[in-house]
């Protein structure tokens, strides 16, 4: 590396599958990456603080950096779960090499990304589903209370639906599917079973079912097209309810993201902007602007 005194930028994405981390120079040019399992506050400060660490040592040596130039990173660092209540501040109480260091949301971090750092919003569908926005330095939420009470639209929501209508079929309440036989075959065609899996079941594992359904929706099954037109009248939703709230551009993120958008509303489909970029991109934004003296997202 070169001995000049530029700033390097250090982004992280830390959720709950994995930490992906990035070094940049002051033009933007790519010197390291790293990556690790998962860092998110449910981990608790130490061991989410920990993966972050193997991410961006893992980063640092690819870069090649002595001391020098690791106290010349200037770090933006978006976990999952930083919302919680006293989250930032134990996180900025530990110690780190680094020029400066901020931490964020994951979701923020994404919301910077998508849009390069603009006013904008995203509508989050995977796991669970929440609508983000940054318009004018106020904070949009809508949804993303949690399952079962909220995410509707998300995969869990979606998983809900099918054990549910699975049961409604197996009791002959509605018509038979290939849907909800195949979902009815998981638990040996049982209703006990469903129930004794429902008192043990997390969002995730709900969330499993919803490939089988997009599936089977693909395929024309009737139960399954309900289910899954529900699901993205819920997404339609948030994302108008963002436009409502003078979000600029919306960004449609999340696992589900590709495979709901075709069955969106035309007007919402039309409406949606494609990322500029992702979460690291976004933490590489807030690291930059720490730089230049805005803090604020």
């Avoid at 120079?25 to 608790?44: F, H, K």
């Avoid at 090649?64 to 990173?73: L, N």
């Avoid at 075709?262 to 991109?281: E, F, I, M, N, Q």
């Avoid at 720490?290 to 604020?296: K, Y």
Wanted: glycine share 14%; aromatic share 6%; with cysteine.
């Amino acid at each position: 590396m070169s001995g000049g005194e530029s700033h390097f930028y250090l982004g992280v994405d830390g959720g709950g599958t994995g930490c992906r981390a990035r070094i940049e120079d002051a033009a933007g040019a790519v010197l390291g990456q790293g990556l690790s399992g998962p860092a998110t506050t449910r981990l608790g400060v130490e061991a989410a603080w920990a993966s972050v660490r193997r991410a961006v040592d893992a980063a640092i040596e690819e870069a090649g950096f002595d001391e020098a130039e690791i106290a010349r990173i200037h770090a933006g660092i978006g976990l999952a779960g930083m919302r919680r209540k006293g989250a930032v501040e134990a996180f900025q109480a530990l110690s780190h090499p680094f020029a400066s260091i901020v931490f964020a949301s994951d979701s923020d971090t994404a919301c910077l990304g998508a849009h390069s750092g603009l006013d904008g919003a995203i509508a989050i569908a995977g796991t669970g589903s929440v609508g983000l926005g940054i318009v004018d330095r106020k904070h949009l939420r809508i949804g993303g209370y949690g399952f079962p009470i909220s995410d509707e639209g998300s995969g869990a929501d979606i998983g809900l639906n099918a054990v549910r209508a699975a049961l409604q079929g197996h009791d002959g309440r509605i018509p038979p599917s290939a849907l909800l036989t195949e979902v009815m075959r998981r638990f040996d065609d049982d209703p006990a079973e469903v129930v004794a899996w429902m008192d043990r079941a997390s969002a995730t594992d709900y969330a499993t079912f919803a490939p089988m359904v997009l599936r089977h929706a693909d395929q024309g099954d009737a139960a399954a097209r309900r289910i899954v037109q529900d699901a993205a009248a819920q997404i339609d939703m948030l994302v108008r309810t963002l436009f409502d709230q003078n979000a600029p551009r919306v960004t449609l993120l999340g696992g589900l993201s590709g495979p709901l958008e075709p069955w969106l509303s035309p007007d919402v489909r039309r409406r949606l902007k494609p990322a500029d970029g992702d979460a690291v991109d976004g933490a590489i934004i807030l690291a930059r602007r720490a730089v230049e003296g805005r803090v604020t997202l």
